[in-house]
């Protein structure tokens, strides 16, 4: 036993489901091969590596020489490969079958790929919950690695009791668990060389109570390594940080040795049993607090912070990464829809059909759009695209060519109120009768695509930090940077573009399709676009009654009502709205007849309006998506607020996807339409993020006791050839 202190180093690599190319080449260049340069220059150093299941075949298909290189590391056995769910899911909240599906499918291909058959996993943004024991343990792995937090949470004391491995179990299945040091997880490579083998050679001078040299382990994101902002040239470039950390393990070899964590479960026993809580991360569990609670867990943080108390600050946490299903109702519909199809998938006849539908499900389980932190998330309309259109190809390999027009009344959101789901070979539908009678999902079947992909406008922690430095004129451009700004002052908060304080608008309801308004004389385009003005009706978000939901194979009818109220002067008047949805099997389109009646003994004078909406990535840009009015062939771009009288006809094409959306009414309106706008982090700071278009659709109605209007909605949906 030649080593006073072990260490063993994990990096984890990801490229989501749905990445473009030209970022995996960029990784590619900047992270990942100069990793293996420096592996191959210094063959004393061993270390373990997670490529995730996307990532891979993105190097299957275009990187081959690079996993020659790391297959050449493992055979030489100074690299190790873990597994993992094949395409990054949180595995907390999949089916137990998916659980073990995913595992076994990046094991099988790391063994075929790299000639090793893997004993551990990387988890998923380390989101843990105790039953995962038994799932983990039953694909075959025998060790997971999670943060030195989750410990922290059942008791024990990170800068003494974690230098080693620990053993778990669920039913009496058991897995061992790695604590990643957060030491060296923000040392590496934020701290340096000399302080990092410093800290290591002090932790080294003690043994364990039983007698075994101790382990230091980090696990840690492979993109850290010059993939991120500013890490290039720190650690590859000028800054040389990692070659310098790699030639000073060479030096310290006497006494630090680099051990894969295979080799170290094959030599040491674990430390003893541990039972963890449900956890993540720190910021994770920040993260999906609502906004208010956000910002209250950052102040508390910082204040114990700012008085050393260390004791308190072990036990601070937010929620459960759960929570994201209800902070986020488009995750929750994303994850419910993907429970849906999986009961499809898994109910199939085992053979090459099921195993591609399979496949199909598991790409749509990529966590990548389940949550959000300050990037992207939920809010990256390229992922949202891909998980959508991998569950409706899957569901449509589960229901076989040609399936008939199909409507079931359920609890599809899981929140004890039904929806009404319709499926079938051209559209499947799911309307919300509690929230409005709302379309919550539209997707066209033959072009793979949700055309309801769409964000809510939310409160968000961060936006605070974003409009104090906005009014203390600490918000910095790069136009400002580029003219000598400093960035120094802690409290400056940059962003891409001067002003962007404004576009933080909250919606005070769920966005969707067939929203029905009544809205206030002093209502214009910019006040409904600020989601900031008054309705005389209480029809937006309050439920509707399912009067019809049914289907015969080739058509389908969903009928729904409300009898409401509109204010009129100073008198609540009763109206009642009715809109009956039709579809049938073999066509490309599908209406909606509205009736709205007075049932009140006075005359009602209202502005009627349907809300409708669309998401089609790229929509901020003329280029890639347009909008056509009454057929006039002058684009307008959907990412603009506009307003257009007397419109009988409106048509949406996005190039990207090659889609075209043609609204048709048999009665003029006035139409409204703007762009869904968020505001996240970027590499350039906070900016604003396209996330679909609101179509409002106007009708002044003056009816008498008892009269009723009616008018008809009709939606097209097709391939656009140019």
Known sequence: MSASIYLSLVFHNHQPVGQFDFVNEHVVEVGYEPFLDLMERHPGVRCAVHFTGSLLDYLMAHQQPLLERVRALVERGQLEVLSGGYYEPLLTVLPDADKQGQITKLSQTVTGVFGMQPRGMWLAERVWEPHLARSIAQAGIEYV???????????????????????????????????????????IPWDTVPNVIRWLRDQGAEQLPNGQPKLAFMGDDGEKFGVWPGTYDHCWGGGQYVETLFAALDAESGWLETIRPCDYIDQYPALGRVYLPTASYFEMGQWSLPADRFRELEHVKQDMQDQGRDDVLRYLRGSTWRNFMVKYDEVNQMHKRMLMVADKVHAMIDGPVKDQALDLLWRAQANDAYWHGLFGGIYLFNFRISNYANLIEAEALAEGHDPPLAVRQFDFTKDCMDEVVLTGPDFNAIWKPSAGGMLLELDSRPLRYNLLNVMTRREEGYHAAIRRAAANGQLVTPEMEQQGVSFDNRNAVRAKEAGIERALLTDWYRRGAFLDHFLRDDVDLNAFYRAFYGEQGDFVSLPYTVSAAEANGDTARVTLFRDGYVWVGDQHCPVRVTKQFDFRRGGDSFSCQYTVQNQADIPVDVRFAVELAAGFDGGQ????????????????????????????????????????????????????????????????????GYQGTVYLHIWPLALEPGASWHGTIKQWVSAYNG
């Open 145 to 187: 690695i999670i943060d030195d937090t989750h410990f922290e949470a059942a008791g024990y004391n990170k800068e003494r009791d974690l230098f080693g491995c620990f053993v778990s179990e669920e039913q009496g299945v058991t897995v061992r668990v790695f604590p990643t040091l957060s030491y060296l997880r923000y040392a």
């Open 621 to 688: 840009s003329p280029e890639h998506v347009f909008l056509t009015v009454n057929g006039v062939n002058e684009p307008r771009s959907p990412g603009k607020m506009a307003e257009y009288t007397n419109v009988t006809r409106c048509t949406t094409v996005t190039r990207l996807r090659a889609i075209r959306l043609t609204t048709g009414f048999d009665q003029p309106c006035t139409l409204w339409a703007f762009p869904l706008e968020t505001v996240t982090m970027s590499e350039a700071g906070y900016e604003r």
